[in-house]
């Protein structure tokens, strides 16, 4: 008995699989080395389809902005907007260097973010709280969508100036492949509440992207002035969603108020109502696959 026992463990076997267990014990043992192998790959399979499904994260709001600011740049009458797609933070050049995102930022007192990354078990932070410690602003990560288990990416804002309340406005999907939302803050700057809507439209589908263009430019021109509509809306200024939001009385496109007809073909916009245009540029340094935008305003006058 002691010499079988000494076998079993010695060979990695069930000290109940010998020779003289009982029969009840001996097909016991059997169903655990026939069984236990079958429904590992069942529930492995399980877990990367669970895994890989794409999820909508749900409407959520807030009265502040996460961080603290470390200095104000709005301290010269000038309002300092951008956007930028950060792809990630990874550059043309194939690498992934938030630093590089973040000089791109640094004189900006509300930046609106595309395409920012959730963090991953491993790290604690996503990546707008990563731009905001590193800017010294104030951060919001809005997530479109959860995938493997944690948010994987979506929208953000950094700002210096006080955001009193935000909104994460999920839009519909029916057609395309990933999700998006609006991103609504509401920002102080000059005694004044001055709106900032924070779009990605989704370009798997141009159904889809006509439609959430469209619900985005309805919220921008249904909010009191001032108001801001910035972000990557895929979408070049020929097509008549984004005819339709420059034709429309009181919205400028800072870009062209200061470039003209040098201004480039592009998909990420800045929209403003109520807002004058002192300065604006486009900067392309292959920090991403994307250009990012920028605009120098100031509140033009009540009425």
């Known amino acids: 008995m002691r010499v079988l026992v000494e076998t079993a463990v010695e060979t990695g076997a069930d000290p109940a699989c010998r020779v003289d267990s009982p029969p009840a014990a001996a097909k016991r043992c059997l169903c655990r080395r026939i069984v236990r192998p079958w429904l590992l790959a069942p529930l492995a399979a399980l877990l990367i389809w669970r895994g890989s499904v794409r999820e909508q994260c749900p409407p959520d709001d807030g009265t502040a902005l996460e961080g603290t600011v470390s200095s104000s740049v709005a301290a010269d009458g000038r309002l300092r907007i951008g956007t930028f797609n950060i792809h990630g933070g990874k550059g043309r ?25 959730g963090a991953w078990f491993w790290q604690q932070s996503d990546q707008a709280a990563v731009l905001g410690h590193e800017l010294g602003l104030q ?38 492949r990933s999700f998006r939302n609006l991103l609504l803050a509401n920002v102080q700057y000059g005694g004044r509440t001055i709106r900032v809507v924070v779009a990605h439209i989704d370009r798997s589908s141009d159904e889809e992207r006509r439609t959430q263009l469209r619900v985005a430019g309805d919220l ?37 108020d200061v470039l003209g007809d040098k201004a480039p073909r592009r998909i990420d916009w800045i929209f403003t109502r109520g807002l004058r245009t002192l300065d604006a540029g486009i900067v392309e340094i292959g920090a991403s696959d994307h250009p990012h935008i920028w605009a120098e305003l100031e509140l033009e006058k009540r009425g």
Do not use: K
Request: overall charge negative; charged content about 25%; some cysteine.
């Open 139 to 176: 951060w919001l990560f809005a997530p479109t969508e959860e995938r493997w288990w944690h948010y994987r990416f979506g929208n953000g804002m950094l700002s210096s100036l006080p955001v009193t309340s935000w909104q994460q406005i999920p839009l519909a999907r029916r057609h395309g």
């Open 220 to 256: 921008f021109m249904s909010l009191a002035a001032p108001a801001v509509l910035l972000g990557d809306m895929n979408t070049p200024g020929e097509e008549p969603e984004i005819r339709r939001l420059l034709d429309a009385p009181g919205v400028r496109d800072p870009l062209a």
């Open 93 to 117: 050049d194939r690498l992934r260097d938030l630093r590089r995102t973040a000089e791109c930022l640094r004189t900006l007192d509300v930046v609106g973010l595309n395409e920012v990354h």
